[in-house]
Nanobody
Framework: QLQLVESGGGLVQPGGSLRLSCTASGNTLGYYAIGWFRQAPGKEREGISRIGTSDDGAYYSPSVRGRFTISRDNAENTVFLQMNSLKPEDTAVYYC????????????????????WGQGTQVTVSS
């Protein structure tokens, strides 16, 4: 059974960078589509990036496009989210979710409704 653990969050100054990791156990993450989500206090959960196979293009929400990069390392069974030029409005709990590639159709729906989720990692951007 697939389990996901996010890590890499922390406190960073505006303009700084962090790299989040979503590491899988119990199954091979290469068989899954992965999405990164975040939820700030008092706000709804927001999908920010997702990727299918390594050959698929990645999707980024307008709020992070050009600053964040999603990537896979199948050897480490991990998906990364490189976050650059961080802003205070990026402060949130960040989650990854996975759904089997056969269920994925390049949208948020399958990830939200059927995905396996990690426990989240806190990212705080503040001076």
């Amino acid at each position: 059974q697939l389990q996901l653990v996010e890590s890499g969050g922390g406190l960073v100054q505006p303009g700084g960078s962090l790299r989040l990791s979503c590491t899988a156990s119990g199954n091979t993450l290469g068989y899954y589509a992965i999405g990164w989500f975040r939820q700030a206090p008092g706000k709804e959960r927001e999908g920010i990036s997702r990727i299918g196979t390594s050959d698929d293009g990645a999707y980024y929400s307008p709020s992070v496009r050009g600053r964040f990069t999603i990537s896979r390392d199948n050897a480490e069974n991990t998906v990364f989210l490189q976050m650059n030029s961080l802003k205070p409005e990026d402060t949130a709990v960040y989650y990854c979710a996975a759904v089997p590639l056969g269920m994925y159709s390049d949208s948020w729906t399958q990830l939200i409704e059927s995905g396996v989720w990690g426990q989240g990692t806190q990212v705080t951007v503040s001076s």
